[in-house]
């Protein structure tokens, strides 16, 4: 084993700053139901940004240090800084998931169990070159599966599952997914075909539209079409869809699609009512590609929801049961419904690299970046 770690961390400091550094710190000891994971690779997604950017400006972003050793420097706008006050001044390791070699076990049989096998885990820090996590927090690969198959194996996989799970649970048949050429739209594409359920894709350029016909979606509207709403609509009659996953978050697109779901389950109603359908319509905010304000313009009815979505509070409804099958078969489903595609493989340094991070930072379709730390 090496005999040194380094890690990548974030840090806002008092005087409206943020700096993105690679720290030399200790390999660590595992204890008792604990592993030591060579990471290998580690994705970089959305949810990462947030704790790599926080609220910083990034367009005032700068880099100093050495090749080895970059240092990236932003500015926080003022107003801002109120919303980050309690990670003022502490160093927060950034990477949620990742995926290598188990190298040290602790006591436990089920720490033991993993030793030398290729384990992805999730929990935080997983842009280093070793990381100690406990064994409930990695899963298994299975044999032949290598860590860049497997570094993606948590928060797009089990987010599309927990998504289809959603939907079973409070009783809707169909979904409605926005941003849905992303990895995660084409993994949620790949699960509704598999599991016979049918699926609304919302893009907005004609070549995800036909990414995903490719791909086998039978429904796909593009949100930057004259013919949008009715496109959207006349999906909705078709599937039934009443359940919608919104990565975009600002903006209007959860009130149009309130209002398409609105005008679908309605269309048979043969007597006026003021409040509406009682067919209850709901939109799940899971991201921010739209920092802007939601806007919802009051057209659907008084039977609708929009709230967040976020994983672990969605697997802590869904029960442990639910979770352990859904682990389950992402391990065995990693290859091929679940699959990740990377466009950019860079090292931790090359990770705090200008050019990277305007790549990276976009969040754009088609532009996915994993973390080869060992590199």
């Known amino acids: 084993m090496s005999d040194t770690n380094i890690e990548l961390?974030?840090?806002?400091?008092?005087d409206n700053k943020l700096e993105l550094a690679l720290r030399e710190i200790e390999i660590p000891q595992p204890g008792e139901n604990q592993v030591v994971i060579r990471i290998e690779a580690a994705p970089i997604n959305p949810s990462d940004l947030g704790v790599m950017f926080s609220v910083a400006d990034m367009t005032t972003a700068r880099q100093s240090g050495s090749a080895d050793?970059?240092?990236?420097?932003?500015?926080?706008?003022?107003?801002?800084?109120?919303?980050?006050?309690?990670?003022?001044g502490k160093s927060i390791p950034v990477g949620?998931?990742?995926?290598?070699?188990v190298v040290a076990a602790g006591s436990?049989?089920?720490?033991?169990?993993?030793?030398?096998?290729?384990?992805?885990?999730?929990?935080?820090?997983?842009?280093?070159?070793?990381?100690?996590?406990?064994?409930?927090?990695?899963?298994?690969l299975e044999p032949g599966t290598t860590a860049v198959e497997g570094a993606s194996s948590?928060?797009?996989?089990?987010?599309?599952?927990?998504?289809v799970e959603t939907m079973r649970a409070e009783g809707h048949k169909a979904i409605v997914h926005a941003a849905a050429a992303s990895n995660l739209g084409q993994m949620l594409n790949r699960i509704c075909i598999a599991d016979g359920i049918d699926l609304v894709n919302i893009v907005r350029k004609p070549e995800q539209e036909a990414l995903l016909r490719e791909q086998g979606a039978k429904y796909v509207v593009n949100s930057s079409s004259d013919s949008f709403m009715a496109?959207?609509?006349?999906?909705?009659?078709?599937?039934?869809?009443?359940?919608?996953?919104?990565?975009?978050?600002?903006?209007r697109l959860a009130s149009d699609i309130l209002t398409c779901m609105e005008a679908a389950v309605s269309r048979d109603m043969t007597e006026y009512n003021v409040y509406g359908s009682d067919i209850y319509k709901q939109v799940y905010i899971y991201g921010g590609l739209d920092r802007g304000p939601i806007t919802l313009n009051r057209t659907f009815g008084f039977a609708w929801g929009v709230n967040g979505f976020l994983l672990f509070n969605a697997l802590g409804k869904l029960g442990q049961h639910t979770a352990a099958a859904m682990r389950k078969r992402?391990?065995?489903?990693?290859?091929?419904?679940?699959?990740?595609?990377?466009?950019?493989?860079v090292s931790l340094s090359g990770a705090l690299q200008l050019d990277a991070i305007s790549v990276y930072g976009k969040q754009a379709t088609g532009e996915k970046f994993l973390i080869k730390p060992q590199s």
């Open 154 to 163: 948590f928060v797009n996989p089990l987010t599309a599952l927990a998504m």
């Open 108 to 140: 436990s049989a089920a720490a033991q169990s993993l030793m030398g096998k290729t384990v992805a885990f999730i929990g935080g820090g997983s842009y280093r070159k070793y990381v100690c996590a406990n064994v409930q927090s990695c899963l298994e």
């Open 69 to 88: 050793r970059p240092v990236i420097s932003a500015d926080v706008p003022p107003k801002f800084m109120g919303a980050v006050k309690k990670r003022v």
């Open 96 to 101: 949620n998931e990742g995926a290598g070699t």
């Open 9 to 14: 961390i974030s840090t806002i400091s008092e």
């Open 330 to 345: 992402v391990a065995a489903e990693i290859k091929t419904t679940f699959a990740s595609h990377y466009t950019h493989e």
């Open 231 to 251: 496109d959207l609509t006349q999906a909705l009659i078709d599937t039934g869809a009443t359940i919608a996953f919104d990565p975009i978050g600002g903006g």
